[in-house]
Structures are given as structure tokens and as C-alpha cells.
């Protein structure tokens, strides 16, 4: 795709340090936004529905509270991915946010449990986060363990994990489950709204209209939800225009489940963290990602996440969709990323905003996810497609995503074993993760040269 040279020179617009004129940055930085907005937000609505407060509860301030510290903290975290922090930080324009890849492990720890299970998840994020952060100095080296088969494979158990989850939201939500109105037509009438726009802009519009295909198809599903009287404003009047940061706002509770899995789910986000350093340089700037770039953005990956548990935000990585937006755009420009993170930090200080966000139905909530889980499968067939496809392959892939996806669907085989390695299991993912990366290791190369054996 052609660069838009009124945007400054060529090589002004490979130049991570270069600054357009304002008049151009901030709708570029808008852009990134819009781009990252509603994925940023909806892990905090499904840990905080998975757990039994938020939409029509009693629990729906802490929902706003949880919202609000995912826009700040993602604001935040991508300041010290652009600005940096001595050795923290890569200087390059990547966007951080709250990551979908947490939550199969998540999930699990808090589901029907309440808000004070939330305390546990803050107790794994801020450990997870420090472990994450000591990745950036061996992560170079370790990549070699993680090929496209095996970071290929955890993508696919991601989106295949959470697909139900946007099905229950489309259908009426958790909640509902087993009364006459979920599943109803008006239900799935909203939901396929949201699903619908969502499809035409992004394949039959351009520009700011096809980036933020999601956000503009959650929005006509809203219209639609209120033409059918399944909105209330009761929240937004009883938010206020201003907060600060409380910490340990759910408290703080230490177990070994969550810091395990938190950690585990670390070393997979690293290392889509270099493969998302690795597209922005080569879309951006036309070459390959340095050392010291990799490991900043790692080092930043990490501190953000701790961060950010201290304050009652999810853990936080840099954002795939927005590399895609830079190599669309051209700009390489860190200072447009930056513009972007203080308006999400703007936003994270504001709870109407997050008062606003509460309002959605989770049908319409539903379409989206439907949408973007979907898309998270797609991103991990993607990667699978490079993969030489030889019976060794084959075998890893097979004995991997057989246990690990077995396990999620039939959590009750694992009865008898202890809650934390139970909770650990039949997330599916890290079975998955531990067989395809050890099997990739353990299982020799001539065995895929044998076609006849």
C-alpha cells in the first residue's frame, strides 16, 4: 500500500521519532484508538460477568471501576512502550491493552465466585507481570522453542476457548441460561445487527470506517437495542465526572493457580509481543525489530501488567490490530501512538465513560465478540498456515489440541485432582502449550522426513 506523502517525506514517515503536524497527528492517533477501543474493554466485562457482577447487579460500580482502569492503564502502558523508561519500553509506536490471551486461565479462577475472587486475579497479575518483565532479558533466546506451530496452536485454543462465551452474550448472557428468554429471537435479532455491520464496513468500506468496523457495529446494535427498550441510562447518572485510582481496590489474595497461570499465559504474550515488534518495524520501517527493542517492549509488557494489578486492571500486551494499522497508514511515528494513549487516559479518569460503556446489552456485546473471538481462531489458522504440514507436525498438533480442547469440554475427568491444578487443566490452553512445545522439542526432525513410514 502507497504511503501518504502529505504526511511528511518517506523516510520522515519511517522515522519512529518523526512528528506530523498536529493538525494530522491527532486523527491518526484517534485512529489507534478506535481501533483497540472495544477489545481493550470487553476482557473486563467478561472476568466481571464470569465471576457474577456487572450488568443488572448490585456489582455494576465495580464493572465501571474495572473499565475504567483498563482504558488508563492501557493508556499508560503504551506511554512507556513510546516514551520509555530507561531500559523499559521499545520507543516504537505499539499500543498496549488488556489481553484476550489471559482469560481461558482467568476465567476459571473466578467463575461464580463474586467480586471479592477478583483479589485473587490481582495477586497472580502483579507476580505474573514481574515474571513477565524478567523475560526481556532471555526472550531472544527462547523464541526458538515457540515456532508458528506452537504459537500458531495457543492462538487457535484462545479464540476456540472464549467462542462459547461470545454465544451465551449473544444468546442473553450467563445469567440467563436456562429462562425463556435466552436464546429468543430479539436476543439474536440485536446480536446478528452488530454481526452484520460489522462484516459490510470492514469488507465494503475504507479508511476510518472499515478500522472501526467493530466499534460502529456495537454502536447500530445499541440504536437497535433501545428502539427495543433493552437500554438503561440509570448508571450514567449516578457516575461520577471524576475518579482517581484506588489501590488494590479488590484487595490482594496470593494463589499458587493464578501465579502459575499468569505466568505460563506470560510467556506466550511475550512472544506475541515480538512477533508484534517484528511487524512494525518490517511494515513500518522496513526492517527487522533490534535487541534492545524486543526486550524494552517485553520489559514494558511485564511492568505494565504489574502495574496494573495494583489498580484492579486485567493484564495488559501490545495490540495486534494496530500493527496492521501502521502498516496501512505508513506512520511509523511514535508521537501519533502517544497522542492516542493520553486520550485513553483521559477517558480512564472519567467514569461516565465507563457508565456509558455498562449501558451495552450484553447481546450487543455478544455480536462483537462473536466478531473478534472469531477472528483470534483465524489469527492462529493463519499462523498454522505456514506450518510444514508432515506427519511429525501433524502428531503435535493432533495429541495437542485433542487434550487440551478434551479437558475444556470435559472438565469433570479431572475430579479428583487437587482445585489448583484442576483450575490449571481444564482452562485447556496451558495443557495445550506444555504438549505442543514439549513435543516440538522432544520429537526428532527425521521423523518428519519419513513420508512412508
Known amino acids: 500500500m502507497a504511503r501518504d506523502t502529505s504526511l511528511g517525506t ?35 466485562i467478561i472476568i466481571a460477568g464470569a465471576a457474577g457482577f456487572g450488568f443488572g447487579t448490585p456489582g455494576v460500580g465495580d464493572l465501571i471501576y474495572m473499565i475504567q482502569m483498563s482504558m488508563l492503564f492501557a493508556g499508560l502502558a503504551t506511554l512507556i512502550q513510546t516514551i520509555g523508561l530507561g531500559p523499559v519500553g521499545a520507543r516504537l509506536p505499539i499500543v498496549q491493552g488488556t ?130 427498550g433493552m437500554v438503561s441510562f440509570a448508571n450514567i447518572g449516578r457516575a461520577a465526572w ?34 508484534d515488534v517484528s511487524g512494525i518495524t518490517k511494515g513500518g520501517a522496513g526492517r527487522e525489530a533490534t535487541d534492545k527493542e524486543i526486550a524494552g517492549a517485553t520489559y514494558a509488557d511485564g511492568f505494565g501488567t504489574a502495574v496494573s494489578g495494583i489498580f484492579g486492571a486485567l493484564p495488559n500486551t501490545s495490540f495486534s490490530q494496530n500493527v496492521g494499522l501502521i502498516a496501512m497508514t505508513g506512520v511509523m511515528s511514535r508521537h501519533v501512538v502517544t497522542i492516542g494513549a493520553l ?9 461516565k465513560i465507563g457508565a456509558v460503556i455498562s449501558t451495552v446489552p450484553i447481546e450487543v456485546l455478544g455480536g462483537g465478540v462473536i466478531v473478534m473471538f472469531g477472528m483470534v481462531a483465524a489469527a492462529g489458522v493463519n499462523m498454522l498456515s505456514g506450518v510444514v504440514w508432515n506427519r511429525r507436525n501433524m502428531v503435535i498438533f493432533a495429541v495437542s489440541l485433542s487434550v487440551g ?15 489448583t491444578v484442576k483450575v490449571l487443566l481444564t482452562s485447556g490452553l496451558l495443557p495445550a502449550a506444555f504438549l505442543a512445545i514439549t513435543l516440538n522439542l522432544l520429537l526428532p526432525e527425521e521423523a518428519a522426513d519419513d513420508e512412508n513410514a
Open 10 to 44: 518517506p523516510d520522515q514517515l519511517r522515522d519512529p521519532n518523526y512528528m506530523p503536524s498536529i493538525n494530522k497527528a491527532v486523527p491518526l492517533g484517534i485512529q489507534h484508538v478506535l481501533a483497540m477501543f472495544v477489545s481493550n474493554v470487553t476482557p473486563a
Open 99 to 228: 489481553s484476550f490471551a489471559f482469560l481461558p486461565v482467568m476465567i476459571p479462577l473466578v467463575a461464580g465466585k463474586g467480586v471479592d475472587a477478583i483479589a485473587i486475579l490481582m495477586g497472580g497479575i502483579i507476580v505474573g507481570g514481574i515474571f513477565h518483565a524478567s523475560l526481556g532479558t532471555i526472550i531472544s533466546r527462547i523464541r526458538f522453542a515457540l515456532p508458528p506451530l506452537v504459537t500458531g496452536l495457543v492462538v487457535l485454543m484462545i479464540g476456540l476457548s472464549l467462542i462459547k462465551v461470545g454465544i451465551q452474550y449473544a444468546a442473553g448472557g450467563v445469567p440467563a441460561i436456562g429462562t425463556p428468554e435466552y436464546g429468543s429471537l430479539l436476543n439474536w435479532t440485536v446480536a446478528l445487527v452488530v454481526i452484520v455491520v460489522t462484516l459490510a464496513l470492514k469488507f465494503f468500506a475504507r479508511g476510518l470506517w472499515s478500522v472501526a468496523a467493530v466499534l460502529v457495529g456495537l454502536i447500530a446494535g445499541y440504536v437497535v437495542a433501545m428502539l427495543f
Open 242 to 275: 471524576f475518579m482517581t485510582p484506588d489501590p488494590l481496590h479488590f484487595g490482594l489474595e496470593f494463589s499458587a493457580g493464578a501465579i502459575i497461570g499468569i505466568c505460563l499465559m506470560g510467556v506466550i504474550s511475550a512472544i506475541e509481543t515480538v512477533g
Open 343 to 351: 486520550f485513553l487516559i483521559i477517558c480512564g479518569f472519567v467514569p
Open 405 to 419: 480442547l478434551g479437558l475444556q469440554l470435559e472438565p469433570g475427568a479431572l475430579q479428583h485432582l487437587p482445585d
